[in-house]
């Protein structure tokens, strides 16, 4: 069974940085693209990243150049690295896999953008 936790999360001031983790376990990590998303209230789940098992990255516009995605496959950890934050941004983030159907979804993580 596959379980997906999410963390990293939190209270940043515009214009400041975070980095998110989710931690994967079963097997289905390492074979397959991976993706974070978010929902930010009363709006419905996007694809804001996403990585394939060799790296090729893609990213959701409002956040190019601004967020990583990244993976390591030996800890079964794929990251997001947030810089240049926004209210925007303010969403609650999920990882879950990218261009298959998905597993079951983890608690998500909060980020919140705000002064």
């Known amino acids: 069974q596959v379980q997906l936790v999410e963390s990293g999360g939190g209270l940043v001031q515009p214009g400041g940085s975070l980095r998110l983790s989710c931690a994967a376990s079963g097997s289905i990590f390492s074979r397959n693209a991976m993706g974070w998303y978010r929902q930010a209230p009363g709006k419905g789940r996007e694809l804001v990243a996403g990585i394939t098992s060799g790296g090729t990255t893609i990213y959701e516009d409002s956040v190019r150049g601004r967020f990583t995605i990244s993976r390591d496959n030996a800890k079964n950890t794929v990251y997001l690295q947030m810089n240049r934050l926004n209210a925007e941004d303010t969403a609650v983030y999920y990882c879950?896999?990218?261009?298959?159907?998905?597993?079951?979804w983890g608690q998500g993580t909060q980020v919140t953008v705000s002064s």
């Open positions: 879950n896999t990218y261009g298959r159907p998905f597993v079951s």
